[in-house]
């Protein structure tokens, strides 16, 4: 039971480059997120989305995009990365509005 | 605009004292509240998912109270163990908007 996969693991970008962060889950979850965690804080809501073809913006969508064209995937896409965007970027899912969310292991993304 | 607040932001303790970690909210209109546990660069794993329905919820070693009225929960970890150190962060979601919103953490030592 793979749960929430995340993809990659690590990455470093230069400035002006664009990534994918691939999430994926596979429990047919609805709802899915997107949050960035940068030292020492808590969690930011970038993106959300509570099934296929449906997104909208959290606290801090400027610089990042998403789409949601399946119920597994939810890749969180980086055009024009700036040092700034350097965090750990985690992927969260969960079921229905009254059950838990799931995390996935996190991507730690380095922009120099 | 839901905010979630967790203080203190460290705490230290002896082993075998009983954990008490608070999670506070400024708008008591939550559908549930989750605990999360995260290690040093890990990605976050469910505790304890109370729902706005209860008063608490207990797992083990760990009982979670919620009282929305308040806007407030409080995590309880007994006897607490070297092993429990890491960081706790409640989040909160609230049905309309659909959003999980999370505090910023409490860091836990437990010294032997």
């Known amino acids: 039971n793979a749960g929430v996969t995340q993809t990659p693991k690590f990455r470093i970008l230069k400035i002006g480059q664009s990534m994918t962060l691939q999430c994926t889950q596979d429990?047919?979850?609805?709802?899915m997120y997107w949050y960035r965690q940068d030292p020492g804080m808590g969690l930011k809501l970038i993106y959300y989305?509570?099934?296929?073809?449906?997104?909208d913006k959290g606290e801090v969508p400027n610089g990042y995009n998403v789409s949601r064209s399946t119920t597994e995937d939810f890749p969180l896409r980086l055009e024009l990365a700036a040092p700034s965007q350097t965090s750990v970027y985690f992927c969260a899912s969960k079921a229905t509005a009254n059950t838990e969310a799931f995390f996935g292991q996190g991507t730690r993304l380095t922009v120099v | 605009k839901q905010e979630v607040t967790q203080i203190p932001a460290a705490l230290s303790v002896p082993e075998g004292e009983n954990l008490v970690l608070n999670c506070s909210f400024t708008d008591s209109a939550i559908y549930n509240l989750q605990w999360f546990r995260q290690d040093p660069g890990k990605g976050l794993t469910s505790l304890l998912l109370i729902q706005s329905s209860q008063r608490e919820q207990t797992s083990g070693r760990l009982n979670a109270s919620l009282d929305k009225s308040s806007g407030r929960s409080t995590l309880y970890i007994a006897a607490s163990q070297p092993g429990d150190s890491a960081t706790y962060l409640c989040a909160v979601f609230k049905a309309a908007g659909n959003k999980l919103t999370f505090g910023g953490g409490t860091r836990v030592l437990v010294k032997p």
């Open positions: 989305s509570v099934g296929a073809g449906i997104t």
């Open positions: 429990m047919n979850h609805n709802y």
